[in-house]
Structure formats: structure tokens, C-alpha cells
T-cell receptor, first 114, second 113 residues
């Protein structure tokens, strides 16, 4: 079974621009969550989507948004990029609520903001 | 405030010996705990998990112990192998937000040949 895939793997953007990252979950997984990893803050939860609806949201500004499509694929968007948004963005997928609770992670997208 | 803490940033162990990685938590609502292994430039790989109704879970060389009264869990790797060298993250979640994981800061494990 193929794992979680994320595109692109690497991205360089300029301050003030916006960026869209994509995630395809493991086949059959309907929940997708996003995390940000930085050296200073570690791994932090951004948000989670299930059935095209945001179910949980972490403590991030409104510049960070996401969506999920009917095929469970998800995108996250960051607008008005700041230098501090440079990070590894990780997507994880899980089965439906109430089932196995161990999210499986993709390889991540390394975003560099200059 | 850090709800999940891994107080040892690094640990070195001789090949074949036991590796013990520790994790403490403060949130009493956490009822599910996980360990992930991470290599640089890769996503975390799920290793093993434990529900709060258990105090031990075993999977091959990996065993996780949970002490609810102390709000402490540990991961034992026996025997340790050089390929186990990686950063290990402890994570926790609660039933109300089952797929929202709170991570510790990680422990770099180095297994020396």
C-alpha cells in the first residue's frame, strides 16, 4: 500500500508571497492532519480535516488555512509568507474517527522563505 | 506550556544493549500515547502506541511502558542496533481530539557499533 505523498518536496518562496502544499493520504484513510516542524518550536499541530470539514485547529494565525477534497486529498495554504514560516510541513493520514489512532506521516515539504 | 516533555535531548548506547527513552506528560486528558522515529529530511515513522487502559505494549524489539500515576512513559529497545540511530518523538492525544497529536521535543538516539 502506498504511503502518504506530499508535493512538492522542496520549495523556496519570497516573503509576502503565498504557497500551497498538497497531500495525498494512504488509500482508504479519510482523515488528514497537518503539522509544522521548526528547530525552535518542534512539531506543532496545524489542523485536521475529515469528510472535507476542518475538525480541529492548532494555535496558528489565520494566514494558515487548508481544505480537503472529496477524494480525501488535502491542501494547505500559507498567505503573506514570513521568514518564520520556514519549516518542514508534514501531512499525516488516519482512518476514520474511532478507528486506529496512529497517524501515518508523509515525507514532508521543506519550505524556505527568503 | 509543554504538555509532553522529553528531557534528554540525546542518548548514546552500545550496539546490543538496551536503549531506554523517557517521556513525561502533564495533561490528564491524554489517553493514547505513541512513539515515532524520525530520520533527517523524512517524516516521522510510527513505531508503537499504548492506550491508557494498558501499562505495557510490546512489538518485537520495542516495548512501551506507561505509568499513569507518574504521568510517565518509556520506550525500551532491545537489543539496540546501529540502524536504530534516529530522533525519537513521544506523542500523546486525547479521545476528544484523537488525531491531534502533541509531541515532545525528541531524543537523538545514537547506537554505537
Amino acid at each position: 500500500k502506498a504511503g502518504v505523498t506530499q508535493t512538492p518536496r522542496y520549495l523556496i518562496k519570497t516573503r509576502g508571497q503565498q504557497v500551497t502544499l498538497s497531500c495525498s493520504p494512504i488509500s482508504g484513510h479519510r482523515s488528514v492532519s497537518w503539522y509544522q516542524q521548526t528547530p525552535g518550536q518542534g512539531l506543532q499541530f496545524l489542523f485536521e480535516y475529515f469528510s472535507e470539514t476542518q475538525r480541529n485547529k492548532g494555535n496558528f494565525p489565520g494566514r494558515f488555512s487548508g481544505r480537503q477534497f472529496s477524494n480525501s486529498r488535502s491542501e494547505m495554504n500559507v498567505s503573506t509568507l514570513e521568514l518564520g514560516d520556514s519549516a518542514l510541513y508534514l501531512c499525516a493520514s488516519s482512518l476514520a474517527p474511532g478507528l486506529e489512532r496512529a497517524p501515518r506521516f508523509g515525507p514532508g515539504t521543506r519550505l524556505t522563505v527568503t | 506550556d509543554q504538555q509532553v516533555k522529553q528531557n534528554s535531548p540525546s542518548l548514546s548506547v552500545q550496539e546490543g544493549r538496551i536503549s531506554i527513552l523517557n517521556c513525561d506528560y502533564t495533561n490528564s486528558m491524554f489517553d493514547y500515547f505513541l512513539w515515532y522515529k524520525k530520520y533527517p529530511a523524512e517524516g516521522p515513522t510510527f513505531l508503537i502506541s499504548i492506550s491508557s487502559i494498558k501499562d505495557k505494549n510490546e512489538d518485537g524489539r520495542f516495548t512501551v511502558f506507561l505509568n499513569k500515576s507518574a504521568k510517565h512513559l518509556s520506550l525500551h529497545i532491545v537489543p539496540s542496533q546501529p540502524g536504530d540511530s534516529a530522533v525519537y518523538f513521544c506523542a500523546a492525544s486525547s479521545s476528544g481530539s484523537a488525531r491531534q497529536l502533541t509531541f515532545g521535543s525528541g531524543t537523538q538516539l545514537t547506537v554505537l557499533p
